[in-house]
T-cell receptor
Framework: GNSVTQMEGPVTLSEEAFLTINCTYTATGYPSLFWYVQYPGEGLQLLLK?????DKGSNKGFEATYRKETTSFHLEKGSVQVSDSAVYFC????????????FGTGTRLQVTL | NAGVTQTPKFRVLKTGQSMTLLCAQD?????MYWYRQDPGMGLRLIHYSVGEGTTAKGEVPDGYNVSRLKKQNFLLGLESAAPSQTSVYFC??????????????FGNGTRLTVT
């Protein structure tokens, strides 16, 4: 079956630090990969996506590259801000009926001044 | 532009009580989902629907029932609530399954506590 593994948190960084959140996956088909962000008390918002190997998704300074050879989709940002503090979820959507989203367990990011 | 709307936002139940969570979407999406979110476990799929009048079980369906009488609405029912059902529940909707490039759109969640 499909699965997504994320690095455990929490991740605590100072403002302007470089961020990497690791994500690896297993899938039976040809999945699309997503990063969602959840701010406190809110639902999940799509942050970025990549739909095929070597695609790079980007949004709000965040980037992630779909690496089929290493089955990875690591999230990066060059300079984090306090407002980036949130929980980040890696997810995949595979081909097939219903095409459900499979999530990682989430990584909490805390950015301090 | 409402997107996916969940009601209620919060609810406290006693063990054995019943309730229904309502999800409504205005994006004309075929597919709808119910997930629960628990600390350290990410989001787990409870039930889903691929169209009006259809429902199917996800990973953790026990203790829940669902109905999709109208395309825009997806109801999640708890017939006899248990403390293990204390969680945050999220509804989502999406384009059909073959549109794997399309993301799921989520509501803001319902926080349920069962005492």
């Amino acid at each position: 079956g499909n699965s997504v593994t994320q690095m455990e948190g929490p991740v605590t960084l100072s403002e302007e630090a470089f961020l990497t959140i690791n994500c690896t996956y297993t899938a039976t088909g040809y999945p699309s990969l997503f990063w969602y962000v959840q701010y406190p008390g809110e639902g999940l918002q799509l942050l970025l996506k990549a739909t095929k190997a070597d695609d790079k998704g980007s949004n709000k300074g965040f980037e992630a590259t779909y690496r089929k050879e290493t089955t990875s989709f690591h999230l990066e940002k060059g300079s984090v801000q306090v407002s980036d503090s949130a929980v980040y979820f890696c997810a995949l959507r595979d081909t097939g009926t219903a095409s459900k989203l499979t999530f990682g367990t989430g990584t909490r990011l805390q950015v301090t001044l | 532009n409402a997107g996916v709307t969940q009601t209620p936002k919060f609810r406290v139940l006693k063990t054995g009580q019943s309730m229904t969570l309502l999800c409504a979407q205005d994006m004309n999406h075929e597919y709808m989902y119910w997930y629960r979110q628990d600390p350290g476990m990410g989001l787990r799929l409870i039930h889903y629907s691929v169209g009006e009048g259809t429902t199917a079980k996800g990973e953790v369906p026990d203790g829940y029932n669902v109905s999709r009488l109208k395309k825009q609405n997806f109801l999640l029912g708890l017939e006899s609530a248990a403390p293990s059902q204390t969680s945050v529940y999220f509804c989502a909707s999406s384009l059909p399954g073959f549109e794997r490039k399309s993301p799921l759109h989520f509501g803001n969640g319902t926080r349920l506590t069962v005492t």
